[in-house]
């Protein structure tokens, strides 16, 4: 017997029944976005290397550590890509999108990067993706941070999260905060643990990040980024909470909230959770005003923000927030064997008559009551039985699976009805 094949490890198949559970979070993300009036955009799942190298930092983890880079056969560096950002703003300059235009793009799908799995983060993970190009002002920063909270209520979360806020301020404010901080953190040096001294030297906003306890009292000491905004990005940040304040948007601003990507600039937002076990992040974003015109466009200020769909799944299964619909109706059977035929083209006929009905037609025969338990299993409603007395009657029997309700025989005409109710 040949030896199977397993899939990767962090990468998982979603089965039957978990898609369902999928589904409905992608139609109440679609309906959302639809109702803000943002355009879908699909990419690629493979671009080339040097586009993440060029936006999110060569010396960022994900650039170093974790990305699934390889050559192909013309001996090209290629990428499955990490996140979806930078392909958005790739895609948008290559065909013209952006430059003197403002654009509100999502975008949902798979993203890859090599790291220890564990609950709710994998190496093929899915996000959802929301772009916007054009608008420099702090109303956009806002209709994003409103648009998620709304999510949230449509999903039951609002309590279950924490909206963390904070400002990066301009690019010549952070560099000169970066040479406080750096400063600050060589005179403790004794208590960076190894990955922070690695950091120091990179990226030493990220020491910021640190979960090791042993740094947490050095760190709470170090000079604060607000201390160094430039006037143009405080005001910015002031107005965007004088908006969520005026839309009852409740959020911490976190001072040490710096975000992974070296692109960001201005506002940058996590919406962080404690119901998955240790707090989790599960939609963060923020302003990325320089990454266009890094990337080859025209200079266009942009905000966005991804959030990971594995996590968000599992919130809603651990804290029962999931009103999943039924997956199938009306299950049909046919209890004699002249009546297989009228079956199945009653099958077809109802879902050409009866908008929005599932209809699951018995295959493969077998006793009566098999097909009644087959019936049961697939949670429809109702049950559409045919045997040779109702061929011949142009009738089918009702049978109500769901409820106490007596089983009755029905005109096509009459069963329609029903049905319709029954989807409405």
């Known amino acids: 017997m040949a030896k199977q094949i397993q899939a990767i490890r962090g990468m998982n198949d979603i089965l039957p029944e978990q898609t369902t559970r999928w589904q409905f979070f992608e139609a109440v993300i679609r309906d959302l976005l639809s109702s803000y009036g943002y355009s ?25 550590k974790e990305m699934y880079t390889f050559n192909d056969r013309n001996g090209d560096s290629l990428t499955l890509r ?22 509100r793009l999502w975008y949902m799908g798979p993203m890859f990067r090599h790291e220890r799995p564990q609950k709710g983060r994998y190496r093929q993970f899915h996000q959802v993706g929301v772009e916007t190009f054009g608008l420099q002002g702090p109303d956009i920063d806002a209709e994003l941070i ?11 979360l609002t309590e279950f999260l924490t909206l963390e806020l904070n400002s990066l301020a301009s690019n010549a404010a952070r560099a000169e905060y970066r040479d406080a901080l750096t400063a600050y953190l060589r005179s403790h ?17 990220r020491i910021l990040d640190s979960k090791n306890p042993a740094m947490a009292d050095m760190l709470a000491g170090a000079p604060k980024l607000s201390e160094y905004w430039d006037d143009e990005s405080r005001a910015h940040f002031n107005e ?3 908006r969520l304040d005026a839309a009852g948007i409740r959020y911490v601003h976190n001072e040490r909230l710096v975000r992974g990507l070296d692109y960001y600039n201005r506002t940058v937002f996590e919406w962080v959770t404690d119901s998955l076990g240790a707090q989790g992040t599960v939609c963060a974003g923020g302003r990325y005003d320089g990454l266009v015109e890094q990337l080859g466009g025209k200079a266009t200020p942009a905000v966005g923000f991804a959030m990971g769909v594995e996590r968000l799944v599992l919130m809603l299964e651990q804290l029962n927030q999931l009103a999943l619909p039924r997956e199938v109706d009306a299950y049909i059977l046919a209890a004699t064997a002249d009546a297989e035929i009228p079956a199945q083209l009653l099958a077809e006929k109802l879902r050409d008559d009866v908008a929005g009905l599932r209809v699951m037609l018995h295959c493969g025969g077998g006793k009566f009551a098999k097909q ?16 040779t007395e109702e061929v011949q009657n142009n009738q089918i029997t009702v049978k109500y699976l ?3 309700t007596a089983q009755e025989t029905l005109s096509y005409a009459a069963l329609t009805d029903v049905l319709t109710g029954l989807v409405a």
């Not at 409103?146 to 039951?156: D, F, N």
């Not at 429809?380 to 045997?387: C, K, T, V």
Request: aromatic share 4%; hydrophobic share 35%.
């Open 402 to 404: 769901r409820q106490d």
């Open 82 to 103: 990490p996140e979806g950002t930078a392909s958005c703003v790739r895609a948008g300059n290559e065909h013209g999108l952006l430059y003197n235009q403002t654009r």
């Open 40 to 64: 879908e955009i699909r990419m690629p799942i493979v671009e080339q290397t040097d586009l993440f190298k060029r936006s999110i930092g060569e010396v960022t983890d994900i650039v170093e």
């Open 146 to 156: 409103l648009m998620t909270a709304r999510l949230w209520q449509k999903l039951g």
């Open 372 to 387: 009644m338990k087959k019936a049961d299993q697939s949670g429809a409603e109702i049950a559409l039985i045919l045997g």
């Open 189 to 205: 040096m004794e208590l960076l643990d190894e990955d922070s001294v690695r950091r120091l030297e990179t990226n030493p906003l």
């Open 240 to 242: 965007l909470c004088t």
